[in-house]
């Protein structure tokens, strides 16, 4: 999309009248960034108030700038489950919904990309059918509503390569993580070497994710006590998952949104991502 193409704002604005420079012209940029922050960093979709709003402010207005569309990329984690049910297009309903408000604030809207993590399904040892059947549901319902999707093993296979340096943690994220895995990790060893082989994966992941999505917000259905095992580099917005008010991740509720055994804790974190 060209840069003279004309943005729609709520607040009547037109990104192209930046071109005439002037304190006018960036004092409109200032204004057009914020109805674009203003139409989701709402109440009705974060569950928390961003840890970074400053660095969430210049990727929007990087965006806005030259008339593209907003990046956001989430994780999309296996649960369970080996089929998709209506919990998971009631999510990915409810991020059609978030789309649509940014639309009416910013005509070239914004690209939503599922992030789906096969290296997780696969470290709590789901079966690979199992895995690839769920998913292929998850990317055709994503398709239907203008959603991308990809791999994470791919992201890490392009971009995981290099030394990574394993950042501290507090007691109470790894506390949380041995708790997951205890109620999710299948995989070989005990719960806790599951626990820091998953925080292992998640120091590689996450630089994948920041050199593969640059220019991307991470969206994140946890809460931002696990912003350390997320990328640092590109802001992190923590969002509600099935409407205002639900954070438990849908993979890991039942066909009807009853919540598996173990999975009532999860509402601010889920092992699978």
């Given at each position: ?5 004309v ?5 009547g ?5 930046r071109q005439?420079g002037?304190d ?10 914020a ?13 928390e108030?961003?840890c970074?709003p400053?660095l969430?402010?210049?990727?929007v207005a ?7 569309p907003?990046?956001f ?7 369970p ?7 998971d297009?009631?999510c ?8 649509d ?8 809207n914004?690209?939503?990309v599922?992030?789906l993590?096969?290296t997780h399904?696969q470290?709590?040892?789901?079966a690979?059918?199992?895995t ?7 990317s055709?319902?994503?398709r239907?509503r203008g959603?991308?999707?990809c791999?994470?093993?791919?992201l890490v ?5 290099g030394p ?9 994220v790894?506390?949380g993580l041995?708790?997951s ?26 630089r994948?994710v920041?050199a593969?999505?640059p220019?991307?917000?991470f ?14 580099e ?7 998952s099935?409407?205002k008010?639900?954070s438990i991740?849908?993979?890991f509720?039942d066909?009807t949104g ?6 009532a804790g999860m509402s601010?974190h889920?092992?699978?991502a």
């Open positions: 999309m060209s840069g003279c193409s943005s729609r704002l709520s607040n604005g037109d990104l192209s009248r005439e002037g006018g012209a960036a004092a409109r940029g200032e204004a057009d960034v109805a674009v922050l203003k139409a989701f960093n709402t109440w009705a979709f974060k569950r108030h961003p970074e400053q969430l402010k210049t990727f990087q965006r806005t700038r030259r008339s593209r907003l990046s990329v989430l994780y999309w984690g296996k649960g489950r080996d089929r998709q049910a209506p919990p297009l009631q990915l309903d409810y991020l059609h919904s978030f789309r408000r940014i639309e009416q604030a910013y005509s070239p914004a690209q939503i599922l992030c993590t096969d399904a470290h709590n040892g789901h690979a059918g199992e690839r059947r769920y998913f292929s549901e998850i055709a319902a994503a239907e959603f991308e999707t791999f994470l093993s791919e296979g392009r971009y995981g390569d990574v340096d394993v950042e501290p943690v507090s007691c109470d790894m506390a041995i708790d895995a205890a109620k999710w990790y299948r995989g070989p060893g005990s719960v806790e070497d599951g626990a820091r082989q998953y925080l292992a994966m998640n120091m590689v992941e996450k994948a920041a593969g999505f220019e991307s917000i969206v994140t259905f946890n809460g931002s006590q696990y912003r350390s095992i997320f990328p640092a590109i802001p992190k917005f923590y969002m509600y099935m409407k008010g639900t991740k849908p993979w509720v066909e009853q919540p598996y055994e173990g999975a601010s889920g092992k699978a």
